[in-house]
């Protein structure tokens, strides 16, 4: 079935640095892929999708590339705020075989400090 | 445009009860989905109604149930409640096909 891998947490990082949080995928199909965001107390927002291989999504300074030979679907920021602490969820949907259900990966918790 | 509301936001109930929750999604989208959070499974699929009918299950006992009315409002019930119940419960909403939009979820605990 799918599934969905990312690195674990949590990350903690200073103002500034640079961001990867890795993500890899298993698919039947041809997914479509997301990352989300959630804030303490709060649901998930939608921050980036690709729908096919090689996209890149982009939104807020972040970006991630749909890799379908590597599988992956990495989220990258070039330079992080104290407001982009957060946890943040890689997702797939593989809407070929009818299932359009969000297949989630376990969260990573991003901290950054000032 | 007003957002995914799902209420309450919190409830407390006792083991073997039953709880309702509610979402109503996005004007003018006829997708609702439900999805479980622990801190243990993580982020779960439920199941999703498009125009009044189940259109994909999860993996949950039968104790999980939903619908959804005509005018795309849905709600889940969890009877017998078990302590293994307490989660943050999101519904999700979308028009047809498309991005997914989330409401801020009913966390219940169950005692």
């Known amino acids: 079935g799918d599934s969905v891998t990312q690195m674990e947490g949590p990350v903690t990082l200073s103002e500034e640095a640079f961001l990867t949080i890795n993500c890899t995928y298993t698919?039947?199909?041809?997914?479509?892929l997301f990352w989300y965001v959630q804030y303490p107390g709060e649901g998930l927002q939608l921050l980036l999708k690709?729908?096919?291989?090689?996209d890149k999504g982009s939104n807020k300074g972040f970006e991630a590339t749909y890799r379908k030979e590597t599988t992956s679907f990495h989220l990258e920021k070039g330079s992080v705020q104290v407001s982009d602490s957060a946890v943040y969820f890689c997702?797939?949907?593989?809407?070929?075989?009818?299932?359009?259900?969000?297949?989630f990966g376990t969260g990573t918790r991003l901290t950054i400090i000032p | 445009k007003a957002g995914v509301t799902q209420t309450p936001r919190y409830l407390i109930k006792t083991r073997g009860q039953q709880v309702t929750l509610s979402c109503s999604p996005i004007?003018?989208?006829?997708?609702v989905s439900w999805y479980q959070q622990t801190p243990g499974q993580g982020l779960q699929f439920l199941f999703e109604?498009?125009?009044?009918?189940?259109?994909n299950k999860g993996n949950f006992p039968g104790r999980f149930s939903g619908r959804q009315f005509s005018n795309s409002r849905s709600e889940m019930n969890v009877s017998t409640l078990e302590l293994g119940d307490s989660a943050l419960y999101l519904c999700?909403?979308?028009?047809?096909?498309?991005?997914?939009?989330f409401g801020s979820g009913t966390r219940l605990t169950v005692v």
């Open positions: 999700a909403s979308r028009p047809g096909r498309g991005g997914y939009t």
């Open positions: 698919a039947t199909g041809y997914p479509s």
């Open positions: 690709a729908t096919k291989a090689d």
């Open positions: 997702a797939l949907s593989d809407r070929d075989f009818g299932n359009e259900k969000l297949t």
């Open positions: 004007s003018g989208h006829r997708s």
């Open positions: 109604y498009f125009s009044e009918t189940q259109r």
